[in-house]
């Protein structure tokens, strides 16, 4: 599988990580290359693996989502990040992210078709 679409998956919640690696991996050409728990690891975490999407908690430990997005962002501008994220009323956090450059928000708990259809979109595949 050595096309295969990599994915970064920076989450500190062991539940969601596992939720979110098992929705990549059903996805046929995808695989999870690592699973960052900290905003410094996920920016580390990109520099080391380029991988073709990552999904990013925006509430973990460190400097958090939104400042790894944006330095990942600034450092990569063709990142393609989607942000999960339970902050149900936090919408002005949302939107902070996409205008930072996220691509898209899933929201926990996943509607697993909906996440698909936007891994899907955003790695180009059917």
């Known amino acids: 599988m ?6 970064l998956i920076a989450d500190d919640s062991r539940v969601a990580a596992h ?4 929705i ?8 999870v290359i690592d699973n960052a728990v900290t905003g410094e690891q996920a920016i580390e ?11 990013m ?5 460190g400097i958090g989502g939104m400042e790894a997005v944006k330095r990942i962002i ?7 990040i989607i942000v999960v994220s339970s902050l149900g ?9 996409l205008e930072a450059g996220a691509l898209s928000v899933i929201s926990k708990p996943f509607d697993e078709e909906k996440a698909v259809n936007v891994f899907k979109k955003y790695l ?3």
């Open 57 to 61: 908690d925006l509430s973990m430990p």
């Open 74 to 80: 600034d450092g990569d501008p063709s990142a393609k």
């Open 89 to 97: 009323g936090a919408q002005d956090k949302l939107l902070e992210a």
């Open 19 to 22: 939720l979110l690696t098992e």
């Open 124 to 126: 180009g595949l059917k």
């Open 45 to 55: 975490y990109y520099e080391k693996y380029k991988p073709d999407l990552v999904t």
């Open 2 to 7: 050595g096309d295969s679409k990599k994915i």
């Open 24 to 31: 990549v991996e059903n996805i046929e050409g995808c695989e």
